[in-house]
C-alpha cells in the first residue's frame, strides 16, 4: 500500500542515496545499514555499475533492509529493477523517462520522485503524478559535476509552487545546511555527507538532529512595544526566545523612551503600520506561538485582534501590560474596554500581573483568596486560561493559573532582588515558548518561572532603578 502524503512528506527529513565511493571495506548493504540506523529516512538506491542480475539481487536485500527499519526504499533511475524487486517506488531525472510514461507504468500505488531545475519542471512533475520533488543542485557536488547550482531563491520558488514535498539535493554537509533554512523544504538528499563518513552511523544521526533543527525550530512573534534600555518589551522578548533557542520575530506597536527609573514618553505605531507588520510575518514565516504586549490604543488593539483572527494564529499569550515595572501607566483609558473585549478573548492564556489584574476585576487584591475570587471574575471575560501573577504580593512568588473553573498554584521561591524590570515580559515570552513546543499550558506556565527564577537568581545589576534580569543565563558557557 502506498505510503500517505503526510508520510512521504516526513519520510524526506533525511534522504540517504547510496554511493559506492567510499568506504571500500564495506558493502553498500553495511553501509546503508549504519545509515539508517542513525535515523535515515529514505533510502534510494544510486546504482551505475552493476549488471541486472546483480543490481536485482542488491535491490532485494536493500528492499528487506528498508522494511525492517520501516523506511522507504526507491531506484533510481532503473524502473525495471523498481518493478523487479517490488521497491517503494523510482525516483527519475529530467534525462530519463518523462514523469507521466513512469506513473502509467509504475501505477499508482508506487512513489515516483523526480528531479527537478525549475517552476516550470517542479509544476509539470505534480501533474504528472509526481509524489515529490529532489531539487538542486542547492550547493556544488562532486557527484554530479555538470550540474547548475540553483540559487535559494529559486528553490524557495519551486517549493511554494507545489503541494507536494520538496527534498534539496547537491552538496549538502552540516557546515551549509543552515543555509537552506526557510526556503520551504522538507528534507535534505544527501550522498558524501554520510557514506563518506569515517562513522556512518555517527554521521548520519549527527547530520539528522541538525536536520530537524533547521527544519523545525520553533517561531515565535512578539507584538509589543520597544524599550530603548534592553530591558523589557521586544527586547526582553527577543532575548527569552533566542535562550529557548527559538527564532524571534516582532511586531512593533510603540517606541518608547525608558530605562530602569521609568518611561518618558511613547510614540505609537500606526495601526496601518502594524497591520502591514503581521501581514509580512503570517504571509512568509507562520509563527508557532505569539505573545502580545504593550498595546497603548483601541485601534492597534483592534487590528491585531483582526489580524490574529484572521491568520487563525495558535497558542496566544496576552499580557495585558498597562503599568511597568517602576509603575509608570502604559495603556490609555479608552482601551481597557477594547482589551476586554478584543484581544483577551483570543488568548490561549492571559498573564495580570496583580495591578493589571484589579484593574480587570475590579477590586483589591490583598492576598490568595483574593487572587482566586478574581481570577473567576476575569476568567468570564475570556474562553482561554488566566494566570494571575502573585509576585507583587509580598509573602511570596506563586501564581495562581484558572482555567475551565479549576485552580491550580504554581509554588514559586521568591528571590531577593530589586531588578525585576521586564519580568512579565519575560514570563509571558517563555510561556509562548514551552507551548510551540506542543506543551501543556500547566506544564508551559511552570516551565518558564523555572527560567525567570534563574534569569533573576543571576542577579544582573545594570542602572540606576530597577534593573533588567539576564536573560542569557542558561546559554553561557
Not at 534522504?15 to 529514505?42: C, H, I, N, W
Not at 549488471?51 to 524502473?79: R, W
Not at 504586549?293 to 495585558?320: C, Q
Not at 525567570?452 to 537568581?457: P, Q
Request: net charge negative; glycine share 8%.
Amino acid at each position: 500500500m502506498k505510503l500517505s502524503k503526510k508520510q512521504i512528506k516526513d519520510s524526506m527529513l533525511l534522504y540517504a542515496v547510496t554511493d559506492r565511493g567510499r568506504p571500500v571495506d564495506k558493502t553498500l548493504v553495511m553501509q546503508s545499514e549504519e545509515a539508517l540506523k542513525g535515523g535515515a529516512t529514505f533510502l534510494q538506491l544510486r546504482e551505475k555499475e552493476l549488471g541486472h542480475e546483480a543490481f536485482l539481487a542488491e535491490a532485494l536485500e536493500l528492499k528487506e533492509l528498508c522494511k525492517t527499519y520501516n523506511v522507504p526504499f526507491v531506484i533510481n533511475d532503473n524502473i525495471d529493477i523498481a518493478i523487479a524487486c517490488d521497491a517503494d517506488g523510482v525516483h527519475v531525472g529530467q534525462s530519463d523517462m518523462a514523469a507521466g510514461l513512469v506513473r502509467n507504468k509504475i501505477g499508482k500505488d508506487k512513489i515516483l520522485g523526480v528531479s527537478v531545475q525549475t517552476v516550470e519542471q517542479a509544476v509539470a512533475a505534480q501533474e504528472c503524478g509526481a509524489d515529490y520533488l529532489g531539487v538542486g543542485a542547492v550547493f556544488s557536488t562532486s557527484s554530479k559535476d555538470d550540474a547548475d547550482v540553483l540559487s535559494h531563491e529559486t528553490l524557495r520558488s519551486i517549493c511554494r509552487a507545489v503541494d507536494i514535498p520538496v527534498v534539496a539535493i547537491g552538496g549538502i554537509n552540516e557546515q551549509n545546511l543552515n543555509l537552506l533554512a526557510n526556503t520551504g523544504i522538507s528534507g535534505i538528499s544527501v550522498i558524501s555527507a554520510i557514506f563518506f563518513a569515517p562513522d556512518i552511523e555517527q554521521a548520519t544521526r549527527e547530520l539528522r538532529s541538525k536536520t530537524e533543527d533547521m527544519l523545525f525550530i520553533k517561531k515565535i512573534l512578539t507584538i509589543a512595544g520597544s524599550d530603548c534600555s534592553g530591558g523589557a518589551g521586544i527586547q526582553a522578548d527577543i532575548k527569552t526566545i533566542t535562550a529557548h533557542k527559538m527564532y524571534a520575530m516582532s511586531a512593533i506597536t510603540a517606541l518608547t523612551a525608558q530605562n530602569t527609573t521609568g518611561v518618558y514618553g511613547v510614540m505609537d505605531a500606526s495601526p496601518e503600520f502594524v497591520s502591514l507588520q503581521l501581514d509580512c510575518i503570517f504571509k512568509d514565516i507562520r509563527p508557532d506561538a505569539v505573545k502580545i504586549g504593550m498595546v497603548s490604543n483601541a485601534e492597534i488593539i483592534e487590528v491585531i485582534s483582526s489580524k490574529l483572527r484572521e491568520y487563525n494564529a495558535k497558542n496566544i499569550v496576552v499580557d495585558p501590560v498597562m503599568i511597568s515595572t517602576s509603575g509608570s501607566k502604559l495603556l490609555c483609558d479608552d482601551a481597557i474596554e477594547t482589551l476586554k473585549k478584543s484581544l483577551l478573548p483570543i488568548g490561549t492564556v492571559i498573564t495580570p500581573n496583580i495591578p493589571e489584574a484589579e484593574v480587570l476585576c475590579g477590586f483589591e487584591i490583598k492576598n490568595a483568596s483574593d487572587m482566586e475570587r478574581a481570577a473567576a471574575v476575569i476568567s468570564k471575560l475570556i474562553p482561554g486560561a488566566v494566570l494571575i501573577k502573585g509576585g507583587h504580593l509580598v509573602n511570596d512568588a506563586c501564581d495562581l493559573l484558572y482555567f475551565d473553573n479549576k485552580i491550580q498554584w504554581l509554588m514559586g521561591e521568591r528571590i531577593e532582588n530589586e531588578n525585576t524590570h521586564g519580568t512579565g515580559c519575560t514570563l509571558s515570552s517563555a510561556i509562548a515558548c514551552e507551548l510551540a513546543e506542543e506543551r501543556s499550558l500547566y506544564d508551559s506556565v511552570s516551565r518558564a518561572k523555572t527560567y525567570i527564577t534563574g534569569a533573576l537568581k543571576a542577579e544582573l545589576n545594570l542602572g540606576k532603578g530597577s534593573g533588567p534580569l539576564e536573560h542569557t543565563y542558561n546559554i553561557k558557557l
